[in-house]
């Protein structure tokens, strides 16, 4: 048996409010759209990981999520200026990524990052 993918299922009471954050910010496709379900994603290939963490690095708390993407700094300003607020960042860490946090319309933590 081998593990084909990893998905997070985050429970809330209107999936369409994903849509700005996901879809129209951060540019991912609705890949699947059941009205009380959607998810979002790319056709290209994703890793599979999961991780488990005490903390979420240089004293921050483990965010719900972590996004990679190709350019940090124009995320964190597509996210600024759709009116989301940065909470951490954006800053280099010491193990070799660029990321800042924001929260979603949900309320979770996403940790969106760039390896350097």
């Known amino acids: 048996m081998k593990v084909k993918r990893i998905v997070s299922n985050i429970e809330v009471q209107d999936a369409a409010r994903a849509q700005r954050f996901y879809q129209e910010v951060l ?4 890949l699947m759209d059941h009205g009380w379900i ?3 994603g790319t056709d290209q290939s994703m890793t599979v990981q999961i991780s488990f963490a005490q903390q979420g690095g240089s004293d921050t708390p483990v965010p ?15 996210m600024q200026a759709a009116g989301f607020a940065i909470e951490y960042g954006a800053v280099d860490e010491p193990w070799g990524v ?11 933590l996403v940790n969106i990052l760039a390896h350097r």
């Open 27 to 30: 540019g991912l496709d609705l």
């Open 38 to 40: 959607r998810t979002y």
């Open 64 to 78: 719900d999520l972590s996004i990679e993407v190709d350019d940090v700094d124009a995320a964190c300003e597509a």
């Open 98 to 108: 660029r990321r800042f946090y924001v929260r979603d319309p949900f309320g979770k």
